[in-house]
């Protein structure tokens, strides 16, 4: 080992202390433009399906991690819905108080991250279903869908925030240009030529949807009986 530097792993034996520099540093590499968060978001508006397909099959330095992608995407969703109170006007379970659905959901809202990865889950069970004789397995999909799920985070964030600045409801089309994202996304993944592929993404992503609110909805009858006890 020299003064400077470990013979094994090549890396400083008395790191540079930490100061403003560092953190700047830091942001500029989450941000940069040609391989950060910044550069993942352009590549994902511009040609979604395609640049993940390069990313499981090919170059996996070019984008964001996945995880951490929707992970961080929906932390912004989740803040500015916070901050605008934008969901106490969309979602409300008034007739239900005291059941254990309102604590799951409230679970939901505040681990979006989470929520998404798993109701992600769902989605990629019935993409597999109806995109089978294409040789992707359920892990490749799911990593698919942490990207989607992640920029359709980032739109809602663009519609909440307009929508707590001008007060005026912008949601419901925030969720149709969703669903228009993901099919475009999935069907240009999986086969851009085809209108069927466009069409069995959307079914799927209902689907997964609609499954994943009935599991959620199951555990929570399933909680109330157990407390009930």
């Known amino acids: 080992m020299s003064e400077e530097f470990c013979s094994n792993c090549k890396q400083?034996?008395?790191p540079k202390r930490i100061d403003g520099r560092y953190i700047i540093s830091e942001i500029e590499h989450v941000l940069h433009f040609e391989r950060g968060i910044l550069y993942t978001i352009r590549e994902l508006l511009?040609?979604?399906g395609e640049n993940i397909k390069n990313f499981i099959t090919?170059?996996?330095s070019r984008l964001v991690k996945p995880v951490i992608f929707i992970i961080v995407t929906s932390l912004i969703y989740t803040?500015?819905?916070k901050f605008f109170h934008i969901e106490e006007g969309y979602i409300k379970f008034d007739e239900i108080k005291g059941s254990q659905i309102i604590s799951i959901n409230d679970w939901i809202q505040s681990h979006y991250g989470y929520s998404n990865i798993i109701m992600g889950g769902f989605i990629a069970f019935w993409l597999k279903i109806f995109f089978r004789k294409y040789n992707y397995n359920f892990f490749e999909i799911l990593i698919l869908l942490c990207f989607i799920l992640g920029m359709e985070m980032l739109l809602?964030?663009?519609f909440a925030l307009f929508e707590g600045l001008t007060k005026f409801p912008l949601m419901q089309v925030a969720a149709i240009i969703v669903f228009i994202y993901f099919s475009w996304a999935v069907g240009q993944f999986f086969d851009k030529t085809k209108v069927a592929s466009y069409t069995k993404a959307l079914v799927s992503y209902l689907l997964g949807m609609i499954t994943f609110g009935l599991s959620v909805g199951f555990l929570g009858v399933l909680a109330d009986l157990i407390t009930k006890r």
């Open 12 to 14: 400083t034996v008395k």
């Open 46 to 48: 511009i040609k979604p």
């Open 58 to 60: 090919e170059n996996r």
């Open 79 to 81: 803040l500015i819905s």
């Open 156 to 158: 809602f964030s663009v």
